[in-house]
């Protein structure tokens, strides 16, 4: 039978999370809840923003509980199914854990997503998960740059900022970025297309 793989947060990480944070459990894969469905995880996303949710502090989305599994964006396939507008086989994209088998209740964040689209599933996590609608949402719509102004980046070597960069010179803006290290720099020039990056 398989197998429920999780990594749990065990204590909070003080600076920079080390192992002993965390601890890698193994469980039967849990039952499907009325209304629920259960998700075959096989895509991950590791994002910055899961070091602020290891933290006991008030935040946008509450703290991960100690004993809990990690959370995360997955990308994966509907297993069992009690609801109707999801079935098995189905692929789909939530707000989960880093663990094989999630539990999703639909609504939210978990949404059908269609593979096909797509190179790989994987992009859902990436260019059409939350990373790339951030960043062309926030260009877009918030922002609003004009074709020939500068837009100066910082974290522009992070996903959100490199992806921000590569759309304001679609949109026909300079682009300046901010980032730590000569090597994050000559990758903002040389792989993502920035005008000029600033160590």
Same mark, same amino acid.
């Given at each position: ?115 096909? /689209?797509? @190179?790989? $599933?994987?992009?859902? !996590?990436?260019?059409? &998960? #939350?990373? =790339? ?9 918030? /922002?609003? @740059?004009? $074709?020939?102004?500068? !837009?100066?980046?910082? &974290? #522009?070597? =992070? ?21 730590? &290290? ?18």
């Amino acid at each position: 039978m398989p197998q429920n793989r999780r990594f749990l947060l065990v204590r909070r990480p003080h600076g920079s999370p080390r192992a002993e944070d965390f601890a890698l459990e193994t469980q039967a894969i849990p039952p499907v809840p009325p209304g629920g469905i259960l998700v075959r995880n096989h895509y991950a996303s590791l994002d910055p923003a899961q070091r602020g949710w290891m933290d006991d502090a008030e935040s946008y989305m509450p703290p991960i509980p100690l004993g809990d599994p990690v959370r995360a964006t997955t990308v994966g396939v509907v297993e069992a199914s009690d609801n109707p507008d999801f079935t098995v086989g189905q692929w789909v994209m939530g707000l989960n854990a880093l663990e094989d088998y999630s539990i999703a209740h639909p609504g939210g964040f978990t949404m059908p997503i269609d593979v096909d /689209a797509v @190179p790989s $599933p994987s992009s859902y !996590l990436s260019a059409l &998960g #939350a990373v =790339g609608l951030t960043a062309y949402f926030g260009l877009t719509e918030v /922002a609003k @740059p004009q $074709p020939g102004e500068t !837009l100066l980046i910082s &974290g #522009a070597a =992070g996903a959100v900022g490199s992806a921000v960069g590569q759309i304001g010179r679609i949109m026909g803006c300079r682009v300046v970025g901010i980032a730590g &290290g000569p090597d994050k720099c000559r990758r903002l020039i040389d792989d993502y297309g920035f005008d000029a990056a600033i160590d």
